[in-house]
């Protein structure tokens, strides 16, 4: 089911509770690259960084504070013990990809 964001230009996907027992993760993500053009350095944020850059999209559409602490607490929960990193893309792609490389790889 698709219902519009208020607000927004965009919708929530919300699956039918039945489904929740087939809707697992098959990838247990450890890492989280924020992409941005302001620099072509990395560094490392932390998880309280982390959670306030995605502030916006969680927020949208929530009104009562219940829901956004617990969706603020399962962001918390996802985000610790991963590397959380801020990328700052290049126009040389080989660069940017040599940079990738280089962070998991070392």
């Not at 089911?1 to 699956?15: E, I, L």
């Not at 560094?43 to 504070?65: I, N, Q, T």
């Not at 959380?84 to 990809?97: A, C, K, P, Q, T």
């Amino acid at each position: 089911m698709a219902t519009p964001v208020p607000g927004r230009d965009k919708f929530r996907v919300q699956w039918p509770s039945e489904f929740e027992p087939r809707l697992r993760r098959s990838v247990e993500p450890n890492a989280l690259l924020f992409l941005t053009r302001a620099h072509t350095a990395m560094r490392p944020l932390s998880v309280d960084e982390a959670v306030e850059r995605c502030r916006s999209d969680f927020s949208a559409g929530k009104s009562e504070p219940t829901a956004l602490a617990a969706v603020e607490a399962d962001l918390r929960q996802q985000f610790a013990g991963i590397d959380i990193v801020e990328f700052g893309l290049s126009m040389d792609l080989d660069r940017n990809y040599a940079s990738v490389a280089k962070l998991w790889l070392s």
